[in-house]
């Protein structure tokens, strides 16, 4: 018997509201979870915040912001002179706080990432657990400053460092190239602090332009006012491992 336009449109209809009851059941599930309850013990409540939530995934873009650990160099008497340092002893540690906060973030379908090595060792830290999500490594977020300890390592070398994201790293060359990214002297360069206006937009523009609704976004204190920096010019600080959640 051959089906009928309208019985096509029947399934189509049934199998889209099989998947959208799905996203908000497994929704209601991680709000459960995040009130200490067994996922089979859901309340009104529970629902209700899924279909909201869900709602705001469906028309909204909601970037977190996130600064490295404690680095080397953050710690006195600042020694600004590190070629981009490695986590400090207690950045190293800093990761329990912020697994926890990001446990309670009900989606996230993209990780975006600066290229020194005190932001890459932050995100394995943090999402060792959750390489399921896509990674793009993007040198728009790089610290803004030309200390060296805001200037990043030779590509070769991260990829010694960092093997297991050797992919990460062929695309970012790809797509970026393997040393303008680190020229930040030469003042019309986009990567010198003299264009931070400009890579700032850029940056945001492009993050705008995802598909993704849901960005988690890994980088440097000053870099990170920059983009969350409103008409008032005013600045918004981060501790180091803080996370910042703002709505598009």
């Known amino acids: 018997m051959t089906n009928t336009i309208d019985d096509i449109h029947l399934d189509l209809t049934l199998n889209y509201c099989q998947q959208i009851t799905k996203q908000l059941l497994e929704l209601a599930h991680k709000f459960a979870r995040k009130s200490r309850r067994p996922s089979t ?11 909201e939530f869900y709602l705001t995934m469906t028309t909204k873009k909601i970037v977190y912001y996130m600064r490295h650990f ?56 943090v ?26 390592s030779p590509l070769n070398d991260l990829k010694t460092k960092f093997p297991n994201l050797s992919n990460e790293f062929n695309t970012f060359e790809q797509t970026f190239g393997d040393i303008e990214w680190l020229n930040k002297i030469h003042p019309e360069n986009i990567y010198s602090p003299e264009q931070i206006e400009q890579r700032s937009k850029r940056f945001l523009d492009w993050l705008m332009n995802r598909s993704e609704k849901h960005i988690f976004v890994i980088s440097h204190n000053l870099m990170l006012q920059k983009l969350l920096q409103n008409d008032n010019k005013q600045k918004i600080e981060f501790k180091n491992g803080e996370i910042k959640t703002i709505e598009y």
Request: hydrophobic share 40%; with cysteine; glycine share 2%.
């Open 70 to 125: 404690e680095a080397l160099h953050n710690i006195e008497p600042y020694n600004f002179k590190l070629p981009d340092p490695e986590l400090s002893p207690v950045g190293q540690t800093q990761a329990k706080t912020a697994i926890e906060i990001i446990k309670n973030i009900p989606s996230i379908d993209l990780i975006v990432c600066s290229p020194l090595t005190r932001t890459l060792q932050t995100y394995l830290l």
């Open 41 to 51: 013990q859901l309340t009104c409540i529970d629902l209700i915040n899924a279909f």
């Open 127 to 152: 999402f060792n657990d959750r390489q399921t999500v896509p990674l793009i490594i993007h040198p728009d977020l790089q610290e803004v400053c030309t200390e060296p300890c805001d200037m990043g």
